[in-house]
């Protein structure tokens, strides 16, 4: 499929980029009250599974910051 540049400010990766290049996203956007549901269900997600064992601690912290700016 080649390489794809994603902007260095966002924080999804090359599929979501192709996604956005190559497909017409509809003018449906999620509510504010959604985001933020999200940033929490991730928060939780890492934390679980970092005590799982299943997530590095590092991995833990840089995905724990992002879902605090969502949230």
């Known amino acids: 499929m080649g390489g794809v540049e994603v902007p260095a400010d966002r924080y999804w990766g090359a599929q ?3 996604a956005l290049e190559n497909f017409g996203i509809g003018q449906i956007r999620f509510t504010r009250p959604f985001i933020r549901a999200y940033g929490i269900i991730k928060h939780a997600a890492a934390v ?3 005590e799982l064992q299943l997530l590095s601690e590092e991995k833990r912290k840089w995905i724990c910051d992002a879902a605090q700016e969502v949230i």
Do not use: E, K, L
């Open 16 to 18: 979501t980029q192709r």
């Open 48 to 50: 679980t599974n970092a």
